[in-house]
């Protein structure tokens, strides 16, 4: 067994490091560079940013946040949000980030994600597919983009498996019903793509416990840990959570 990553995530907005639950009710949670070169000290395996309005205003990325963190960590950067064409994956991975992740942009237009794996590598394209809980779909999980605001009626399970076949290297479900809450990763959710695909799946929404991150991997079958408020108001250090990890048996690098 490969060793368990954790990734912290900043969520961005307006240049700051944000916080909600539910994607709503936003909290100031610092400096993005500060944040990114305090978890790369604390033992990050990885780490995650996200500009969470850019789809929402219809934007691009902001490449000057993407160059400001990268300068300061040796570790991979993802770079999400606002990311639509082949030019915009260009100019985030050549501003520092070693892997984009894309959402609605991908939903909306499948070939981007065969191009992108055609041109950059699949471990440098990973697809973040948010869901949510709808007894219609046939996996129970409905896709949801646009920051969690627009079902699109389509099974979340199923586009998780197109992405494989279509060259996505990594898959960051977010269960739309957990993220920000504290009350657990969505298990359920996280499992049911993780069963369906051979790629990695990177654990997303809801962290509050410890228990929860060895939930994510031992139940949810999850290799890479993504996590946000736990780390932001400093419940729990990085250290802590890899330390509960290995003493339950799983390999971690500490």
């Not at 627009?150 to 898959?171: F, I, N, S």
């Not at 809801?206 to 993504?226: C, I």
């Amino acid at each position: 067994m490969e060793p368990i990553r954790i990734m912290p995530c900043l969520d961005m907005k307006d240049g700051r490091v944000v916080k909600g639950v539910n994607f709503i009710n936003l909290r100031d949670a610092g400096d993005p560079v500060e944040n990114a070169r305090f978890y790369e000290q604390e033992g990050a395996d990885e780490l995650a940013m996200l500009d969470i309005a850019a789809t929402v205003e219809n934007r691009k990325t902001r490449l000057e946040w993407v160059k400001n963190v990268s300068a300061v960590i040796t570790i991979p950067l993802t770079m999400g949000g606002g990311i639509g064409a082949l030019k915009d994956i260009e100019e985030v991975l050549q501003a520092g980030a070693a892997k984009v992740s894309m959402n609605s942009a991908a939903v909306k237009n499948p070939d981007l994600v065969s191009q992108a794996a055609q041109r950059y590598g699949a471990s440098r394209v990973t697809i973040a597919i948010d869901g949510k809980r709808n007894p219609a779909m046939p996996s129970g999980f409905e896709l949801v983009v646009a920051g969690g605001t627009k079902p699109v009626g389509r099974d979340a399970v199923a586009w998780a498996k197109e992405c494989q076949e279509r060259g996505a290297g990594c898959l960051l479900p977010t269960s739309m019903d957990g993220d920000g809450t504290q009350a657990g990763y969505d298990l359920e959710f996280t499992r049911a793509i993780a069963e369906a695909v051979t790629l990695p799946i990177v654990a997303s929404g809801g962290a509050g416990k410890l228990e929860h991150f060895y939930e994510a991997v031992t139940q949810g079958k999850a290799q890479v840990l993504l996590a946000a408020s736990v780390f932001h108001y400093r419940i729990f250090s990085i250290r802590q959570v890899k330390e509960y990890l290995r003493d339950r048996g799983l390999p971690v690098i500490l």
